[in-house]
């Protein structure tokens, strides 16, 4: 066990995490960055609660050993599944989770027409019934699995005939329909391009990587954690071989000039 707690682990079931990550180094450039994806066992979102809770714990787990200060969940599935448990079982880190930016929409756009793109289990956890009651009351929100997406990501196809076949068997009907989309799962913003295609520019896209990255640099600011460098980033994947690995610096090259 590292003793000396100066990395930020960030947690995905994929590749869908660097859309946060691109956020975090942005904001702290100076800071150790550990990417984890378990793409071997992606897609989380079909699984059941258990399943998810179960997986998201033994990689949280192998990252602990490495010495964190924080831990960032990087997937709004693995958050919705276990984000209460994992800060009672590491009460002196720093534990992180995005959840879908339903706020942000529905204040950007009081009494307004909102998706929400996430997972099938994102949208029927206890956590996002939670956000509906808080954020969702005002407005009329639109709950939009997207059974495909992440598999489409994750094999490099987010931007492709695949996917531009998907959203619009997918979102079709909503084209013109909606004032924001909430893109609550963390695969989704590679996908931004195909779902504007679809829904039109109007649709504002909004998803909850920056600010999960702000929470994260206040969380460590407040605790005197902040570091001032020199930074660093390592990218691993419970998938062997080097082409996940590329892929992950693909997406993330892609996010930092979007
Ligand atoms: N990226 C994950 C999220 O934010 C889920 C993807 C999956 O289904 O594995 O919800």
């Known amino acids: ?69 924080a831990l960032v969940v990087a997937c709004n599935t693995a958050t919705s599944a276990a984000i209460t448990d994992l800060r009672q079982a590491y009460p002196d880190t720093i534990v992180i989770g995005i959840e879908p930016a339903l706020k942000l929409a529905a204040e950007r756009f009081p009494g307004g027409r909102i998706g929400v793109m996430a997972t099938p289990m994102t949208l029927r956890e206890e956590k996002f ?9 005002s407005s009329r929100v639109y709950r939009l699995p997207a059974p495909g997406l992440v598999e489409l990501v994750e094999s490099g196809r987010a931007d492709s005939p695949e996917m531009d076949a998907l959203m619009d068997n997918l979102l079709g009907p909503y084209r013109g329909q909606l004032d924001a989309v909430v893109l609550g799962c963390t695969h989704y913003p590679f996908a931004a391009a195909a779902i504007s295609r679809v829904l039109g520019e109007k649709t504002l896209l909004l998803d909850g990587g920056e600010g999960t990255a702000r929470e994260t ?28 690995i590329d892929l992950c610096y693909t997406l993330l090259k892609q996010g930092s000039e979007a």
């Open 1 to 69: 066990m590292n003793t000396k707690k100066d990395f930020i682990a960030v947690f995905d079931s994929g590749v869908g995490g660097i859309s946060v990550l691109r956020h975090l180094l942005r904001l702290m450039p100076g800071e150790r960055f550990l990417y984890y994806g378990d793409s071997a066992n992606a897609p989380y979102g079909t699984r059941s609660r258990e399943e998810v809770k179960k997986l998201t714990f033994a990689a949280a787990e192998k990252l602990m050993e490495q010495g964190l200060k």
């Open 217 to 244: 640099q206040r969380r460590l600011a407040a605790a005197e954690l902040l570091s001032e460098g020199p930074g660093e980033l390592v990218i691993r994947n419970s998938l062997p071989g080097r082409e996940i």
């Open 129 to 137: 019934e939670g956000l509906l009651h808080r954020y969702g009351q």
